[in-house]
């Protein structure tokens, strides 16, 4: 019984902190969306593209249709072969990486290629996916970011919104909402490379180059040297990214298990506060049914549906909020967004799952290739 106790009452407690954000997350998108920055500086966006992504030509046309004055987009490959036909738009320049060091990640030598192809003129270095889809007016959100004092780096996140919806696809999503909705006021923890932006100033003098030799996390390595450098990384939310495909249970499962491996590499402080915490929740659940299954009282019942109930309403903030920040999906958070909500139970249990895959191997899969990665140095497999 007195471990019931402390798990339920640090759950609670942790609940009710992490509820009190949600009102300071909810003024700051709004006002976020409202800004509009100074300046737009000449800007170069880089996608990296390695075969075949789900809707990945119109991605790319949104990428090159941006609502910005002066920008050039750098589609960048490490060779023909992994870039499809008829899928770069015509205001896009193309930059062919090639093999690069074998003990860095493909994307991550990619990336340096399309720094080194960028034209002198441009100030800003922006990152996007190949597999998600921008909104017009991206690159501005990241660019106003750029202008808060002490901005090293400014970035979003993505949602994944599938369409049609399945339910791996939408348990994603909802796994996915908890990394999304922690973003908000002040310096963030990590930026996101999908969404992610740079002034070149702060790219050289922040040793990001050498910062990514040897790894295989282009943004939690940039995220270090932003910090490192005593340098803040903002949140954009009118950059918020949308992947609207879908997945399998298998396909699910191996993506939160390599995030995770790659969060405990990359940001153990981050993957520690998180499986302690998942720990901790998950258990008063389970003690919570089993003091309702034995005990007399009633307890145990109240402690779950508490529980379940501020889980369920965290889930309702976030995606209230995000859907403030992403006006044209509308229309799919009213049909679907019931699960941000009612599936949040299921979603903790996931992600204690992914937390607790991760612990075993340092070893993950990614684009086709095969690292083993450390803090210090990635080691790419062959197989």
């Known amino acids: 019984m007195l471990l019931f106790w402390l798990f339920a009452s640090i759950s609670i407690l942790l609940a009710l902190a992490s509820l009190r954000g949600d009102r300071r997350r909810a003024d700051y998108t709004a006002e976020a969306l409202a800004r509009e920055p100074a300046t737009l500086p000449p800007a170069t966006v880089i996608v990296p593209v390695k075969g075949h992504d789900h809707a990945l030509a119109d991605n790319l046309e949104a990428l090159a249709s941006l609502h910005y004055p002066d920008f050039e987009l750098l589609v960048v490959a490490r060779s023909e072969s992994d870039v499809p036909a008829g899928v770069i738009p015509a205001r896009a320049r193309v930059v062919f990486a090639g ?44 660019a106003a970011a750029l202008e808060q004092d002490k901005a090293g780096a400014a970035t979003a996140y993505r949602w994944h919104l599938p369409q049609p919806p399945s339910f791996w696809s939408l348990l994603r999503s909802v796994w996915n909402s908890v990394i999304a909705g922690n973003f908000g006021p002040g310096d963030n923890p990590f930026a996101w490379g999908g969404a992610m932006a740079i002034r070149r100033g ?4 922040a040793r990001i180059a050498e910062y990514w030799q040897g790894a295989v996390s282009d943004d939690f390595r940039l995220s270090q040297a932003i910090h490192d450098a005593g340098l803040r990384i903002i949140y954009a939310p009118g950059a918020l990214v949308v992947s609207s495909d879908q997945t399998s249970a298998a ?10 491996i790659i969060t405990r590499v990359y940001h153990p402080r981050l993957w520690w506060m998180a499986i302690l915490g998942h720990i901790v929740y998950c258990g008063a659940m389970a003690l919570s049914v089993w003091v309702a299954a034995t005990g007399s009282t009633l307890i145990g019942e109240y402690t779950l549906v508490t529980l379940l109930g501020l889980g369920m309403l965290k889930g309702t903030n976030r995606a209230s909020i995000a859907k403030s920040a992403l006006p044209t999906y509308k229309t799919w958070f009213d049909r679907h967004g019931w699960v941000f909500t009612w599936w949040v139970p299921l979603g903790t249990w996931v992600w204690l799952y992914g937390l607790l895959a991760s612990c075993f191997t340092n070893t993950i899969e990614w684009r086709g290739n095969r690292y083993r990665i450390s803090s210090g140095k990635t080691r790419k497999l062959y197989t």
């Open 202 to 205: 702060t790219f050289h003098s």
């Open 251 to 260: 396909e699910f499962l191996s993506w939160i298990k390599r995030q995770m």
């Open 99 to 142: 093999h690069g060091d074998p003990n860095t990640g493909e994307k991550i030598n990619n990336l340096l290629a399309a720094i080194a192809a960028a034209r002198p003129e441009s100030q800003i270095f922006a990152f996007a996916d190949s597999d998600g889809r921008v909104q017009p007016g991206w690159l501005r959100a990241l």
